[in-house]
């Protein structure tokens, strides 16, 4: 049973940094061994990759988030981070976490997100 907790969100002026922290359980396979990734949902949207990293720690950024966010893990502790620096009102959204290859599945389990508003 894939569990993910997502948390970290919060209201920030524009400018500023949060760091995000999701805690995975229940894969078939230690969380070490997945690709996990970061998405977003902006309002009345789908979800968008935003960054993955792999478990060799290759890390990969859409634009939107190039230059600005941080993905790391901490394989120890089965959490993945999102640090978010410089944030625009444009990043207002709900932040999910998941392995790669878990999003792909039908019927995928995602958890609740946590919100990210950034006001101008």
């Known amino acids: 049973q894939v569990q993910l907790v997502e948390s970290g969100g919060g209201l920030v002026q524009a400018g500023g940094s949060l760091t995000l922290s999701c805690a995975a359980s229940?894969?078939?396979?230690?969380?070490?061994?997945?690709?996990m990734a970061w998405w977003r949902q902006s309002p009345g949207g789908q979800r968008d990759l935003v960054a993955r990293?792999?478990?060799?720690?290759?890390?990969n950024y859409e634009n939107i988030a190039k230059g600005r966010f941080t993905i790391s893990r901490d394989n120890a502790k089965d959490t993945l981070y999102l640090q978010m620096n410089n944030l625009t009102p444009e990043d207002t959204a709900v932040y999910y976490c998941n392995a790669l290859s878990e999003a792909l599945k039908r019927g995928a389990t995602w958890g609740q997100g946590t919100q990210v508003t950034v006001s101008s």
């Open positions: 990293i792999t478990p060799s720690n290759y890390r």
């Open positions: 229940g894969f078939a396979f230690a969380f070490s061994e997945y690709t």
